[in-house]
């Protein structure tokens, strides 16, 4: 005797020929999700232990990306001529820049630091004389590789003085650069979050959201949804029966 009994189905075909594919979607979606979940979580692991670990020297081996996100302690001297600025950087609700300067290490090798942050009205180097610091300077800075430009991130404009994003090739190329200038990486000089100087660095305080799994479960549970209705509507039309 068959307790459980069988089911009968008979599905519809132009239902089926268009829901089929859109389950296929939302659960690709949702499986993406988990996978950009584990990546996020990997990434925040790694932010967190080579921050806080202490400061090295900077190898003159090529720096690979399991460097990023090190502390560095750093000596050498800025080169304020060859300064760019960042547009669109906010710091606590205000409008600003962040300044980008060449910077000459005691070995010759030139790289590129984003100093911080500082507002529009000091765009203006001879404003903020503060900020040109002169001679040989020791400072703290994380290494950070160059991003791919987001779909809403604009291209930048060197010849009209718009940066958006760091490119080091791209910079250097711009600002005539010269000698041993590294374009694969740059660094980032690193403060406090209530560090009130100018330019004001970035915080190291671990601010990356990981809300992925949210998204999954959003992707999947619109997919569950689609599928309730899919096999109601077919219960309904007598095409779905348990004999």
């Given amino acids: 005797m068959n307790i459980l009994g069988v089911i009968c189905f008979r599905p519809l075909f132009w239902q089926t020929f268009f829901v089929v594919p859109i389950l296929f979607i939302l659960i690709c979606f949702g499986t993406w999700q988990l996978k950009r979940m584990e990546w996020k979580t990997q990434l925040i692991t790694d932010f967190q232990s080579r921050i806080m670990a202490p400061p090295i020297r900077l190898p003159a081996k090529p720096v690979g990306p399991e460097l990023e996100f090190r502390r560095l302690e750093i000596t050498g001297y800025f080169n304020h001529d060859l300064e760019v600025l960042m547009t669109g950087r906010t710091q606590n609700g205000r409008i600003g820049f962040h300044i980008v300067t060449p910077f000459i290490l005691n070995d010759g090798r030139t790289i590129l630091i984003n100093r911080g942050w500082i507002p529009e009205s000091l765009r203006e180097p001879n404003k903020r ?4 610091k002169k001679g040989s300077i020791t400072i703290l800075v994380i290494i950070r590789f160059p991003r791919k430009t987001g779909y809403f991130v604009p291209e930048n404009e060197p010849e009209k003085g718009t940066w958006f994003s760091i490119i080091p090739s791209q910079i250097a190329l711009h600002q005539g650069m010269k000698g041993r200038v ?3 990486f740059y660094f980032t000089s690193i403060g406090g ?6 330019p004001i660095p970035i915080s190291t305080e671990i601010n990356l959201h990981n809300r992925h799994l949210g998204y999954a479960i959003t992707w999947y549970g619109i997919a569950c949804s689609l599928l309730i209705i899919y096999l109601a509507f077919h219960y309904k039309a007598g095409r779905l029966k348990l004999i």
């Fill in 182 to 184: 590294e374009t694969d």
């Fill in 193 to 198: 979050a209530n560090d009130a100087k100018i």
């Fill in 129 to 132: 004389l503060i900020t040109l």
